[in-house]
């Protein structure tokens, strides 16, 4: 390779580790995976996930609302199609 070709590879290597934008581009596709991971695990085994405690974990995560057991926030009005 041309020494001016490794030169600007160099640069611009040290460009990328002094930039703030790819870590926290990083950091963010990290945190999304981890969110994601940690939502399949609360679904892939509720009763372990309920005695853990992380089912409210998940709720304050998602910024749903505090309920009753079994209630919704806010009341369902009835499908148009429940007749037919």
């Known amino acids: 390779m041309p020494a001016e070709l490794v030169a600007a590879l160099h640069a611009e290597a040290l460009k990328l580790r ?6 926290a581009t990083a950091g963010a ?6 969110v994601g991971a940690f939502f399949m ?17 998940k709720a304050q995560l998602t910024g ?15 499908s148009r199609w429940a007749g037919s």
Do not use: I, Y
Not at 44 to 50: F, I, K
């Open 18 to 23: 002094r930039s703030r934008v790819p870590w």
């Open 64 to 78: 749903a609302p505090r309920t009753g057991r079994g209630t919704s926030p806010s009341p369902r009005r009835p």
């Open 41 to 57: 695990f609360v679904l892939q085994d509720v009763d372990r996930a309920r005695t853990l405690g992380l089912l409210g974990t």
């Open 29 to 34: 596709v990290l945190l999304a995976g981890a």
